[in-house]
């Protein structure tokens, strides 16, 4: 039995690695694949495949939407949102969401919060946006093919 991983490298790691292997990443021209379909820099995401660096919170939706990934899964990992995010997210989903309304926009919500820098604010909204995007697919799952 392996040790669960410990740092936050690993645990982001134990993650990524095996999903850019499963998405094709990892094999021959896979570096300028992921650099095309994330918008990182060649050397960003060779140190990436490599295991060495955590790319910037800004590349997360792109990475998590190229490996198949929940985009706040990756941001737990990476230790920007607690891991407790994840459990209140999974207890909301399994509760009527719209007992949760609000007329509040996120912008007002980010605000009210105190989320002012750029990186935390761009994590709220990738996590709002997220969160918005399985409602509507869960509300009508044929709009999305339709408009396709």
């Not at 985009?71 to 459990?87: D, F, K, N, Q, R």
Request: no cysteine; hydrophobic share 40%; glycine share 6%.
């Amino acid at each position: 039995m392996t040790d669960a991983p410990t740092s936050r490298e690993e645990r982001f790691f134990a993650l990524v690695l095996p999903a850019l292997d499963r998405a094709g990443y990892a094999t021959y021209g896979g570096q300028q694949k992921l650099v095309a379909d994330t918008g990182m820099n060649k050397s960003t995401a060779s140190r990436l495949l490599r295991g060495e660096t955590i790319p910037h919170v800004k590349f997360f939706p792109a990475l998590a939407k190229a490996l198949a990934l929940d985009p706040v899964e990756l941001l737990v990992a990476a230790e920007i949102v607690p891991p407790e995010y994840l459990e209140s997210q999974q207890a909301l989903s399994e509760t009527d969401r719209s007992q949760v309304g609000s007329n509040l926009t996120p912008e007002e919500v980010a605000d009210q919060w105190g989320i002012l820098d750029d990186v935390g604010r761009f994590t709220f909204f990738a996590v709002v946006e997220k969160l918005t995007t399985d409602e509507a697919d869960e509300a009508d799952p044929g709009d999305a093919t339709a408009q396709a």
